[in-house]
């Protein structure tokens, strides 16, 4: 994950987005008045976003605010992107996000999967998805690491590679306070019961991908 998904994120999932925004924004020292010029809004804007006067915004914007400060440190030389860039997980296959939600079960067609639980649930959006190893996930992922891998939204497909039976996967997910919007096994030898029944508990669709 790079620095703009860990920031987006961190934003996303924050109790007070705005708090957050603004941390950011002065950990790279820009002030309110030069980010809104990079994004050719009001001052004021910024300013309520960070106090909390307006809504929090939506993932479009994070989106926006983020990149504006990342572009506006790489034109200083890229000081702050440095000091924070972190190496993607050696777990994480790859990681993408959709220029927009496409509803769960067009995504379950399009890779040619089969829902063996919580079939009920396929009406949801689906943003993007991240591929993960496994038995790496099971032995490498940190708490910090789980979190890229839902990079700008949660509500992403989590589609784990090496899957024997499926156990170990949906009890992380089970543990975890953060919930994919599915969970997709590719080529699984068998899907273990108790995977079914935690996705039925926690009502992620699980699908079986060839």
């Given at each position: 994950?790079?620095?703009?998904?860990?920031?987006?994120?961190?934003?996303?999932?924050?109790?007070?987005?705005?708090?957050?925004?603004?941390?950011?924004?002065?950990?790279?020292?820009?002030?309110?008045?030069?980010?809104?010029?990079?994004?050719?809004?009001?001052?004021?804007?910024?300013?309520?976003?960070?106090?909390?006067?307006?809504?929090?915004?939506?993932?479009?914007?994070?989106?926006?605010?983020?990149?504006?400060?990342?572009?506006?440190?790489?034109?200083?030389?890229?000081?702050?992107?440095?000091?924070?860039?972190?190496?993607?997980?050696?777990?994480?296959?790859?990681?993408?996000?959709?220029?927009?939600?496409?509803?769960?079960?067009?995504?379950?067609?399009?890779?040619?999967?089969?829902?063996?639980?919580?079939?009920?649930?396929?009406?949801?959006?689906?943003?993007?998805?991240?591929?993960?190893?496994?038995?790496?996930?099971?032995?490498?992922?940190?708490?910090?690491?789980?979190?890229?891998?839902?990079?700008?939204?949660?509500?992403?497909?989590?589609?784990?590679?090496?899957?024997k039976y499926g156990r170990s996967p949906m009890v992380a997910v089970r543990a975890h306070p953060l919930k994919p919007g599915m969970v997709v096994?590719?080529?699984?030898?068998?899907?273990?019961?108790?995977?079914?029944?935690?996705?039925?508990?926690?009502?992620?669709?699980?699908?079986?991908?060839?």
């Amino acid at each position: 994950m790079d620095i703009a998904e860990k920031i987006a994120g961190e934003i996303t999932l924050s109790e007070k987005p705005g708090k957050t925004i603004r941390k950011w924004r002065e950990t790279f020292h820009i002030s309110q008045g030069t980010l809104a010029d990079f994004l050719k809004i009001s001052p004021s804007v910024i300013s309520d976003y960070e106090s909390g006067r307006r809504a929090s915004p939506n993932i479009a914007s994070i989106r926006r605010i983020v990149e504006a400060m990342i572009k506006l440190d790489e034109g200083r030389g890229s000081n702050i992107i440095k000091t924070y860039s972190t190496k993607l997980s050696d777990a994480i296959f790859d990681i993408r996000e959709f220029t927009s939600g496409i509803p769960a079960k067009i995504f379950v067609k399009a890779i040619k999967g089969r829902v063996v639980a919580s079939k009920d649930y396929l009406d949801r959006k689906i943003h993007g998805y991240t591929v993960i190893d496994s038995l790496k996930a099971i032995t490498s992922l940190s708490s910090f690491d789980y979190l890229k891998v839902y990079g700008w939204s949660t509500d992403r497909a989590l589609v784990f590679t090496g899957v024997k039976y499926g156990r170990s996967p949906m009890v992380a997910v089970r543990a975890h306070p953060l919930k994919p919007g599915m969970v997709v096994y590719q080529k699984p030898e068998k899907v273990d019961a108790l995977a079914v029944k935690l996705a039925e508990v926690e009502k992620i669709p699980l699908v079986v991908s060839p």
